[in-house]
């Protein structure tokens, strides 16, 4: 194992937030406390909160890598992640400015147009009904008693309305026994500096891997990528950055080569997308899981051992 800590950068999803992500991956950060330090960082952007995340928290502000996949909007993405990655500026190519192209979904549309819908939390998305949704258990957990997910029908006003979109923040089946461990010892806002890794959720996943190919094509620095491992949960493929509004093909890219970890959810709505960003990293030291979560970090007890594992199987591969 590492003879210290590493260090990761965490990169939220759209509509959320660099304290929203800490409280999420909380459980797989408190397991690892012993080999891992996490810095969050804030989206650029200002964004619309991601459905019904405003009802878990309510004064919180929201922020985005990017409103609209435009050349402009995702070079300034990529130069604030670079920047907190200690990458000299001059290796992001810089973007000439053009005019925006609004892209809003369709309900007609199976495919809500041409973002997965995770990644646009916007209102003209319609959002995913969640009081009948049916509550997911791993099958070690059948038997046990979640009442915190189970609103009976004497509860009302917020407490209810806290209950019934829990999932969008905490995941499903979340175990209330985590001690506090790492998480009020990791620092919430990133510093400027070397990170070992980077740990991303949704749209974070999309702005990391689409530097990534940046700094390793002609433009970036000859594969010289400046982290050693990445771990990327229900993400999706990033835009091509000279704002054409289409996702990169696998076949189009030199795959990226770095130890990398998947975590895909079979209930989330951009399961496939995550399976081509995927295909975006070599195969070498590649590991995938999928849980039966949706478009969420993984909380359920089973759920984060495996996951925290896996995390330890890389480090051990590093070390």
């Known amino acids: 194992m590492p003879t210290r800590k590493l260090k990761l950068l965490a990169l939220h999803g759209k509509g959320t937030s660099a304290r929203i992500m800490k409280a999420q991956i909380k459980p797989i950060i408190d397991m690892l406390s012993d080999i891992l330090e996490v810095h969050y960082l804030d989206g650029g952007a200002v964004s619309a909160p991601y459905q019904g995340i ?3 928290f309510p004064t919180e502000s929201y922020h985005a890598w990017y409103e609209q996949p435009t050349s402009v909007e995702l070079h300034a993405a990529h130069s604030r992640v670079a920047q907190h990655l200690a990458v000299p500026t001059d290796l992001i190519r810089k973007q000439p400015r053009k005019d925006p192209v609004v ?3 369709s309900p007609e549309r199976n495919d809500l147009g041409v973002f ?4 646009t939390p916007t209102s003209s998305t319609p959002a995913f009904t969640t009081a009948n949704l049916p509550l997911h258990r791993s099958p070690s957990l059948q038997s046990q008693h979640s009442r915190s997910f189970e609103p009976t029908i004497t509860e009302n006003g917020r407490e209810a309305l806290l209950r019934r979109f829990t999932h969008l923040v905490t995941g499903l089946d979340t175990p209330e026994s985590y001690p506090s461990t790492a998480g009020p010892r990791t620092p919430l806002y990133a510093e400027h500096g070397l990170y070992d890794g980077l ?3 949704s749209q ?4 990391s891997t689409g530097l990534l190919l940046e700094l390793g094509d002609k433009y970036g620095c000859g594969g010289l990528l400046p982290v050693r491992f990445v771990v990327l949960i229900c993400g999706g493929r990033p835009f091509d950055r000279d704002g054409t509004m289409e996702r990169v093909d696998s076949t189009s890219v030199v795959p990226i080569k770095l130890p990398s970890l998947h975590i895909h959810g079979r209930q989330d709505p951009g399961l ?4 081509r960003l995927a295909a ?3 195969d070498a030291n590649k590991q995938i899981i999928e849980l039966d979560i949706g478009h969420c970090p993984p909380r359920r007890t089973s759920d984060v051992n495996l996951v925290a594992a896996a995390i330890r199987r890389m480090m051990l591969d590093l070390s």
């Open 204 to 207: 974070g996943c999309a702005v």
């Open 272 to 275: 496939d997308e995550s399976r």
């Open 280 to 282: 975006l990293y070599c």
């Open 54 to 56: 405003e009802i878990m």
């Open 103 to 105: 892209i809003t979904t």
């Open 199 to 201: 740990i991303c959720f």
């Open 116 to 119: 997965t819908p995770p990644e």
